[in-house]
């Protein structure tokens, strides 16, 4: 993957710090950072700074108006910026949940400032948005990047199969990774949100397994999911209770893999 240079910092990071890879030293990973505020570089590695011009980092008017008013769409970024959270190891987070092969599938990684677990937002399109952080100690617990659109997209591979299978979030997507012929799907919350069933129309697959937290609001959110989904495809309902949980993401590794393939057998599937 190419180097995230300091002006790929500015052209496509957020925030006041942003990292990048010092150019003055052979920098593997993202070692120093630029402020955008004071428009200043320092590299902590090798001790370099210096400053950067104003105009690489203050935007064009018309291109910020854009944004403001809402009409320039979110941001994407390279893939080589996630190079920025994963560079040196997955997630030891996610890995240690799911294993360090699952991790790195889904590029997720530590955030270079606060050490907390991260993993990428992607569009439909698959393009990167930005990395979501899990903060176990604040509240909410996930913080999304500004002015993101999670309702307009699912965690996961969303590429047409015959089944998919929608869960409320990344970890539940994570542990039920496997090479099955079914999707799983992240909603990014309790149940389908309706720009997200436009995402559905066109993947077409005959059956929609609802497999949502087995509490209240995950059986709520599968009677609004069916109501939002209409007559578009088959839909069952799986409760992980059945084998000893409330949701994929709190079982013992494989257990998750193992309940579904049982249920979606006996159902035909």
Not at 96 to 115: I, S
Not at 135 to 153: E, L, N, Q, V
Request: aromatic share 10%.
């Amino acid at each position: 993957m190419s180097a995230y240079s300091i002006h790929e910092a500015i052209e496509f990071g957020r925030g006041t710090e942003r990292p990048f890879k010092c150019h003055v030293h052979d920098d593997s990973n993202a070692s120093a950072s630029v402020n955008v505020d004071l428009r200043v570089w320092v590299c902590y590695a090798c001790g370099a700074a210096g400053t950067v011009d104003k105009a690489d980092v203050v935007p064009d008017l018309d291109d910020l108006v854009r944004i403001l008013s809402g009409e320039e769409p979110p941001r994407t970024y390279p893939e080589a910026w996630l190079e920025i959270f994963d560079a040196s190891e997955p997630s030891p987070y996610w890995s240690r949940r799911y294993g360090e092969d699952v991790a790195a599938y889904y590029r997720c990684g530590t955030h270079p400032f606060n050490g907390m677990p991260t993993y990428p937002l992607r569009d439909d399109a698959g393009r990167v948005n930005g990395v979501v952080v899990r903060d176990d100690a604040g509240t909410p617990k996930y913080r999304y990047p500004y002015g993101s659109r999670t309702s307009a997209t699912f965690f996961g591979d969303i590429s047409p199969r015959p089944v998919v299978v929608l869960v409320e979030g990344a970890g539940d997507v994570m542990a039920l990774h496997g090479g099955h012929d079914w999707a799983v799907l992240g909603c990014y919350g309790a149940g389908v949100h309706a720009p997200q069933v436009l995402i559905l129309e066109r993947l077409n697959p005959s059956v929609i397994v609802f497999a949502f937290d087995d509490d209240d609001a995950g059986r709520s959110a599968m009677l609004r999911s069916e109501t939002l989904l209409g007559g578009l495809t088959q839909t069952l309902s799986y409760r992980w209770a059945t084998i000893g949980g409330k949701d994929p993401g709190e079982l013992p590794r494989g257990r998750a893999v193992q309940g579904l393939t049982e249920f979606l057998a006996a159902n035909g599937h």
